[in-house]
């Protein structure tokens, strides 16, 4: 059969070796944009890779699932990210419209989601030339967002969710068994803020600023619902890359040790948590986080890092 998709994909390593290449998805997207009407299908260009394959094709943002043979769970971040971006829409945050959102059946299933391109830069590109005036001008922004996100569902959440994902969070491996043990423990032992919608990856890379200094919240494949916690690292650490400014001006409710407190339970119940971990460490040490035998010393980098 003459398949427009042509390479084989049998593990997470194929995808990573094909899911920026233009020229093995430019026949794929042709296809679906004439099935739904497009045009712009012969602009194609690069957006920031994320798991998925990531285009801009004339003026949409075009979201290419990795099929299930490459190991992702494809239906599943589809219909997460696709619910979530609705949610989002509907809950008046500044997102990208969906224009169209279905499957297409080549060499192999491929979900896609189509959205209006957002012409405008990542913040991390943008934030480090800001002047103060205009980092607190964002900040306000982002929060006012993120009051119409961070609401509390109508159905009933299992309390026991996010201990459940960081038993089951294989990221920790690098760690040793106490340091594990001392995250499960501290976590079931901290009373945690009731839950609400999070996006879980407000990194530099979601959030575009565009001409005008607007912000569009983008990438919605990470959203959960959640302690409220479970929102700060990715934006302090990685939006704000530890902009003391940023970060007080947006937690500007918070006392100091409160503040320090919720990061570090944040960062330790976070799907990415041992990512962020390593960041802290390597910020205040020159030693490999393997090494790490107290989980508390991050708390205690954290002070030291965001003390105004």
Not at 6 to 31: C, P, T
Not at 125 to 140: G, I, P
Not at 205 to 227: L, R, T, V
Not at 262 to 277: A, D, N, P, Q, R
Request: aromatic share 12%; charged share 25%; hydrophobic share 40%.
């Amino acid at each position: 059969m003459n398949y427009l998709f042509k390479k084989s994909i049998n593990n997470w390593d194929d995808w990573g070796a094909v899911f920026q290449s233009i020229s093995d998805f430019r026949e794929l997207i042709k296809k679906i944009y004439l099935k739904e009407g497009l045009l712009g299908y012969d602009d194609i260009s690069n957006l920031t890779p994320g798991t998925n394959a990531v285009f801009k094709a004339g003026k949409y943002a075009i979201k290419i699932f990795a099929p299930k043979e490459s190991g992702a769970n494809t239906d599943s971040d589809y219909r997460a990210e696709l619910k979530s971006m609705q949610k989002a829409i509907n809950m008046g945050l500044n997102a990208p419209t969906i224009v169209a959102a279905s499957s297409i059946q080549d060499k192999y299933l491929f979900r896609y989601l189509i959205m209006d391109y957002i012409d405008g830069q990542e913040a991390n590109k943008v934030l480090k030339n800001y002047s103060n005036n205009k980092k607190k001008a964002f900040v306000n922004k982002l929060r006012n967002n993120l009051h119409k996100l961070n609401i509390k569902p109508r159905d009933q959440v299992n309390g026991n969710l996010i201990q459940e994902r960081i038993i089951k969070n294989k990221r920790w491996t690098k760690f040793n068994d106490s340091i594990k043990e001392q995250i499960i423990d501290i976590v079931m032992n901290y009373k945690l803020s009731e839950y609400v919608y999070v996006h879980g990856d407000l990194i530099g890379d979601n959030i575009i600023i565009d001409s005008k200094d607007n912000i569009f919240i983008i990438d919605y494949a990470d959203s959960i619902i959640a302690p409220v916690e479970y929102e700060y690292p990715p934006m302090a650490f990685d939006l704000f890359n530890f902009d003391t400014q940023m970060i007080h001006e947006y937690f500007k409710d918070l006392e100091y040790d409160t503040l320090v407190e919720k990061l570090f339970i944040g960062t330790l119940m976070h799907e990415f948590g041992s990512y962020f971990v390593e960041i802290i460490y390597n910020k205040c040490t020159n030693d490999e986080v393997s090494n790490l035998l107290d989980i508390k010393e991050i708390k205690n980098m954290i002070y030291s890092l965001l003390k105004a």
